[in-house]
Structure formats: structure tokens, C-alpha cells
């Protein structure tokens, strides 16, 4: 991601794989509604997500087009189908400043209505940090809270015994969010503009009720600075949950934009928000650790997960 003050231009997105748009319908499933909370928050476990980090990071760097980007796919399915949630990696070849290039996103589901809620993280890293860079916050925060959250919305006995009615929510890993050299039409937020155009070719693009990004979000000095580039709906539904949860001291609006993969769902029309703390370093207000080798698991707590994953939780039982 990159601080912006100024909105991204908006990027149309080339053709879709036959498998994606297979799998963008496949979703689609529906029910009654129910009002009905899609999770109880305190079922959400920061030591369980923290761990999820610890395994995921332990896979060493994970950057796109690379075999540890690939391990890290399987990964994430692996522990997606552990989970009870059905998932697929959608492999797409794109374009780099380096030539063509491949990158997978995986993608779980929890059946509900035709509407869908969309839960994000990216999972690589950022290229030519150093080898002992594994970005335990950059991304690691995000697949451990979006893996805590599949395991006990999609396998919990007490999430299954709740009644349908819900909407849809797709769990989504992205790659290639970190660009080799500067943001543009052919570098960095690749998956999501993958999956953005995918949504729009599918006319799904109309049932999205909000896609939530989730960023940086470990940190154990927690402040979470929502970028001014989101839907206004959806930045005070986060302030609301965090109300409700009793963390709205560490939410704040950062001064900007943020260039993050929250973006290419704007561009295209469909409401999103990026849940991020840009403030990752060694005092108030720095952000020093990031992209560095100083982001490691250190750095998080188990504490900071638990608020993320539980105002998500209070976000998506809010939605409908």
C-alpha cells in the first residue's frame, strides 16, 4: 500500500480466466433473511489468529510469482478447507514492469443470500527487503485474523447452528498487492484489480455490500487509521463497531488517502473500506518497521487481533 492524496486513477482490468468466472457464480447460493447475527464476537481468539500468523510467516517470503507465493497458496487453502469453508486458488498471469507474471488469489466462501460481504487481506510480501524480511504484520496480521475468522464462521458448531439468511461471505487472500517498483497500470494491487473486474464481467458487481480490507492490523500499539478514500457508510459502521467493542479510542481517520487494495472495488463502484494502521514503528505516529526487517512477530499481540477480528465481526453482522 502507499499513502495518496489524490484518488487512483481507475484501471480497467483485461480478460478473465474462465475458472474465475466460474467461481464468482459458483457462490452464489440463496436463503431466507434472517436478522439473525452472523457471529458472536467473542468467539474470535487473538492467541488462535496470532498462531495463524507464527505458521503462516514461518513459510519464509512470500513474494508474487514466487514458489514461497505459491506455498503460501496452498497454504491458506489448506487451512481454509480445515476449516470447513469451501476455497479455490484463482492462478491469473498479469502484466509487471518485468514482463508477464503469475499470481493466485484464494478465495473461500460461506454460502448465504444473494448479497455478499467480501473479508480481504493481501498474503505476499514486498520484494527486495532482504531475505530475513517475512512480513509478520505486512501481511501476516491480515491472513491470521481472515483465518481465525473462516474458522469460526465457517466451522464452529455454534456459527453452524445459527439460522441462514445471511449474506454470502467470501474470504479472499489476494496476491501481488506490493508493486516491484512503482504503483501503476502494471504494478502493485494486482489481485484485486483481478478480482474487481472479475466482479463486474460476472454482474455480481450490484450484490457487493461492502468489501473490508484488512491491513496492518497487529501491531501491538494499535491505532487503526482509516484512509478518507472509502465509502462514507462504511467508515462509520467501523467507527460504530469499535464503539460497540469498546476500542473506538484506538480508530481515527488518517489525514489522506491510502493506495491500498480497497481501491480498485471504488474505482469499479462497489463500497469498500480498508482497515489499516499506518503508524508501524518504533513511536507514535512513525511507521519506521514497515517494509523493513524490523516487521516481525514480535511486533504483534495477540490483543490487536482480537479487537480487529471482533469490530469485523460487529461490521459484518451489521450488513445485510
Not at 464462521?153 to 445459527?162: E, F, I, T, V, Y
Not at 449474506?167 to 508493486?179: A, M, N, T, Y
Not at 459502521?237 to 479510542?249: D, I, K, P, Q, Y
Request: with cysteine; aromatic share 8%.
Amino acid at each position: 500500500m502507499s499513502p495518496t492524496w489524490s484518488a487512483a486513477v481507475r484501471i480497467f482490468w483485461g480478460t478473465l480466466s474462465a475458472v474465475g468466472l466460474l467461481y464468482v457464480a459458483g457462490c452464489r447460493r440463496e436463503s431466507p433473511v434472517s436478522d439473525v447475527p452472523f457471529c458472536v464476537p467473542s468467539l474470535f481468539s487473538g492467541d488462535a489468529a496470532l498462531k495463524e500468523v507464527a505458521a503462516f510467516v514461518s513459510l519464509g517470503p512470500r513474494v508474487a510469482g514466487t514458489d514461497g507465493a505459491r506455498e503460501a497458496a496452498l497454504h491458506i487453502k489448506k487451512r481454509l478447507a480445515g476449516f470447513g469453508v469451501d476455497a479455490e486458488i484463482d492462478e491469473y498471469i498479469d502484466a509487471t514492469p518485468y514482463g508477464s507474471n503469475s499470481f493466485r488469489n484464494v478465495i473461500g466462501c460461506l454460502p448465504g443470500n444473494a448479497n455478499k460481504i467480501l473479508l480481504l487481506a493481501h498474503y505476499d510480501t514486498k520484494g527486495g527487503v532482504g531475505d530475513r524480511f517475512t512480513g509478520a504484520n505486512d501481511s501476516g496480521s491480515g491472513v491470521g485474523v481472515l483465518l481465525e475468522l473462516a474458522r469460526i464462521m465457517g466451522a464452529d458448531p455454534a456459527r453452524n447452528s445459527l439460522p441462514s439468511g445471511r449474506p454470502s461471505v467470501w474470504i479472499v487472500f489476494l496476491d501481488g498487492e506490493e508493486c516491484s517498483l512503482n504503483y501503476g497500470a502494471v504494478d502493485g494491487l494486482h489481485g484485486s484489480r483481478h478480482l474487481a473486474r472479475q466482479l463486474v464481467d460476472s454482474g455480481d458487481r450490484a450484490s457487493i455490500k461492502a468489501v473490508i480490507l484488512l491491513d496492518m492490523i497487529g501491531d501491538r500499539d494499535l491505532t487503526v487509521t482509516l484512509p478518507r478514500n472509502g465509502t462514507p457508510e462504511l467508515l462509520a459502521l467501523a467507527f460504530r463497531a469499535a464503539e460497540e467493542e469498546g476500542v473506538r479510542s484506538s480508530f481515527s481517520l488518517f489525514p489522506g488517502s491510502i493506495l491500498d487494495d480497497h481501491q480498485p472495488f471504488l474505482d469499479v463502484g462497489i463500497p469498500a473500506v480498508d482497515l489499516i494502521d499506518f503508524e508501524f514503528g518504533s513511536g507514535p505516529r512513525k511507521n519506521d518497521y514497515w517494509h523493513t526487517e524490523q516487521d516481525t512477530l514480535d511486533k504483534l499481540s495477540s490483543a490487536s487481533l482480537t479487537t480487529m477480528g471482533r469490530v469485523v465481526i460487529r461490521m459484518v453482522n451489521a450488513l445485510k
